[in-house]
């Protein structure tokens, strides 16, 4: 029996990843000098996507003081930055172009108002995620930096402040079963007084998850494609290794094994900053392993 691939209902980039790239392209378009656009960090978590920009040009900056003396225009990455680097970035003179995803500003307008209003800011993140970050150095208007606690797992909240209201903000690709747990414990522990949701994990990261889900009620192995330092494909990772069921983790179509053929039934799926042209590759490169005589489920439509 060959090998059937069926394909997830969602996958592959998000608005905001979308928007980034345009962001980024436009400012490259604008730029005379080959060496003259930098970006704050990975543009997205995808390295075909990012080795692609680098290769036109756009330079990536590696700490938060490095500005070249070259540099006239400068993209913020998709996850955001910090108040103190935008206020830097701003003093330099640099033409901004800013990439930030729309859900990430909008959750630090809401860490800076819910602040102003004497609550205390929880943030629930990856410690080490551009996002998390961006979300830990929210600023008041004046310039005064916004205290918050980083809660990174369920046993974090021990260590919250029973005293004061909170107001929880949660990393928009945070894996959704830590998440769950983390939300019901603070739902649930009697001694937090007041507290309040700002936001949710993303609505196209959620999509995604629950689409996989499907897949894995009816397949004998998935294929995730993304890059590794993607949450969001880490994450749709995550919930098929939950799921017991085998799981190929793939940035590119090379890395697909040659093994996969053993499976009757295969899921794929991509994370939120996996190209087209990638996805496309990838399912070419089972098609030919199927000895191209797969039967498909809507192929077509998905990458079209």
Known sequence: MKMKLVMARAMGFCNGVKRAITVASAALAASGNAQGVAVTGP?????????????????????????????????IRAHGITDARRKKLECACLDIYD??????????DVIRTQA????????????????????????????TPIHASLVSSV???????VDKALTVMVQSTFPQKEWNVIEKTLKERSFFQDVEFGNAICPASVQRRKAVEELCDSCDAIVVI???????????????????????????????????????????????????????????????????????????????
């Open 43 to 75: 543009l997205v978590h995808n390295h075909q996507v990012t080795d692609a920009l680098e290769a036109q040009g756009l330079h990536v900056l590696e700490t938060d003081d490095e500005i070249p003396p070259e540099t006239t225009r400068v993209v």
């Open 99 to 108: 990439a930030t995803c729309p859900l990430v500003s909008r959750a630090q």
């Open 116 to 143: 102003g209003k004497g609550r205390h800011i929880v943030v629930v993140g990856v410690p080490s995620h551009g996002e998390t970050v961006s979300m830990m150095g929210v600023d008041f208007p004046d310039g």
């Open 155 to 161: 046993e974090g909240v021990a260590s919250l402040p």
């Open 226 to 304: 993304g890059g590794r330092h993607s949450s969001n494909t880490v994450a749709l990772t995550e919930i098929v290794a939950e799921r017991k069921l085998p799981v190929f983790h793939v940035e590119n179509a090379d890395e697909v094994p040659v093994l996969i053929v053993g499976y009757k039934i295969v899921g794929i799926t991509a994370g939120a900053s996996t190209p087209k042209d990638v996805i496309t590759a990838v399912c070419s490169k089972l098609r030919f392993l199927a000895d191209s005589q797969t039967t498909t489920s809507p192929m077509d439509s998905a990458l079209s």
